[in-house]
Every structure is written in structure tokens, then in C-alpha cells.
């Protein structure tokens, strides 16, 4: 599968943002999908999942309560809301898909696919 994250920009800090992730290829195998984010010099950080058979869904500390991960179609599988931003949200936010088990979704290890990301900025 490959896959397009979207719909990044600038907003103020409060502000929101949906992002969007493109895909293309088989999609209905999956067992999971997710958010990341990264930013110069760090690691990339788990934002948002969500098992695929089950849409039970997975939430960083950091974004819980403001951030949600939804499903959409199979050309936009998955969606990510973004509420009250910080300027900590500042990133380029990633798309992934995996389709083994093992693992938990919250392991950037275990994707088997990535996008391209989408940058997010957060002015204070």
C-alpha cells in the first residue's frame, strides 16, 4: 500500500487541523493503522492508532483528550482531527500501515508502510 499524508499547515495555537491520509493499494488485509510525528534531531513519536478489525483506537500521552483518529474510505482510510493545538504539536505528522500482529500500534517498528508526512505548525 502506499501512502499521502495531507492537509497539514499553519494555524494558531487553539486552533485545528485534519489531517488526511491518501492511500492506495489493499487496505482491507490491515491490521492497523496510525499517526506519528517528528521533529528535527528526535525520534519519531507515536501520535494516534487504530486496529483495524476491531476501530479500537490508540492515543499518545501527549494528544489524548484533543487529537482523534478516525476511518474513512478505502482512498482515505484513516483521518486525524486536531483540537486546541500547542505550539508542541509543531511536526511533520506521518501516516502508517502494518499488517502483522505482533507488536503493539504504538511501535513505529512494527509499520510496514510509511508516507510521506505533512507539516504541522503551531504559532503561539
Known amino acids: 500500500v502506499q501512502l499521502q499524508a495531507s492537509g497539514g499547515g499553519l494555524v494558531q495555537a487553539g486552533g485545528s487541523l485534519r489531517l488526511s491520509c491518501g492511500a492506495s493499494?489493499?487496505?482491507?488485509?490491515?491490521?492497523?493503522m496510525g499517526w506519528f510525528r517528528q521533529t528535527p534531531g528526535k525520534e519519531r513519536e507515536f501520535v494516534a492508532g487504530i486496529h483495524w478489525t476491531t476501530s479500537t483506537t490508540f492515543y499518545g500521552d501527549s494528544v489524548k483528550g484533543r487529537f482523534f483518529i478516525s476511518r474513512g474510505n478505502d482512498l482515505n482510510p484513516i483521518y486525524l482531527s486536531m483540537n486546541s493545538l500547542k505550539p508542541e504539536d509543531t511536526a511533520v505528522y506521518f501516516c502508517?500501515?502494518?499488517?502483522?500482529?505482533?507488536?503493539?500500534?504504538?511501535?513505529?517498528?512494527?509499520?510496514?508502510?510509511w508516507g510521506q508526512g505533512t507539516q504541522v505548525t503551531v504559532s503561539s
Open positions: 493499494g489493499r487496505t482491507f488485509s490491515l491490521y492497523g
Open positions: 502508517a500501515a502494518r499488517y502483522g500482529a505482533r507488536g503493539t500500534l504504538d511501535s513505529a517498528q512494527t509499520y510496514d508502510y
